[in-house]
């Protein structure tokens, strides 16, 4: 009786940036759970999301949800970063380089969320 279903959930951006038609089509394609998606207001939405992951936002540790996919985001830096210094070409390296700053940007959006 008590099945704990895992959801798997990736952001963009926190989901409180998101547009209410972005959280639309997320609770639509990505959690089918909650019904009447379409119909809903962003901030309906956003309670109902809240809900469904569990985010509290009394605590102070709503980033719960974004911890799982830091994590991930730090390891492929931790790639990029050992693919780097192998680099043989300098735009080889620069490309690298770029992809880092951006992933270490996306950690930080999620981290603030």
């Not at 997320?26 to 901030?43: C, H, V």
């Not at 980033?63 to 991930?72: C, D, G, P, T």
Request: hydrophobic letters at 35%; charged letters at 40%.
């Amino acid at each position: 009786m008590g099945d704990v279903i895992e959801i798997k959930v990736e952001f963009k951006k926190p989901l409180e940036k998101m547009t209410a038609k972005e959280l639309r089509e997320l609770a639509i394609n990505q959690l089918p759970m909650i019904t009447g998606a379409s119909s809903m207001t962003k901030e309906e939405l956003l309670a109902k999301i809240k809900e469904v992951l569990e985010i509290n936002d009394e605590d102070g540790k709503s980033n719960k949800v974004y911890k799982a996919q830091i994590k991930e985001l730090k390891q492929k830096i931790q790639e990029l970063r050992e693919l780097r210094l192998k680099a043989a070409s300098r735009s080889e390296r620069e490309k690298l380089r770029k992809k880092i700053h951006r992933l270490k940007r996306q950690t930080r959006k999620l981290a603030m969320a």
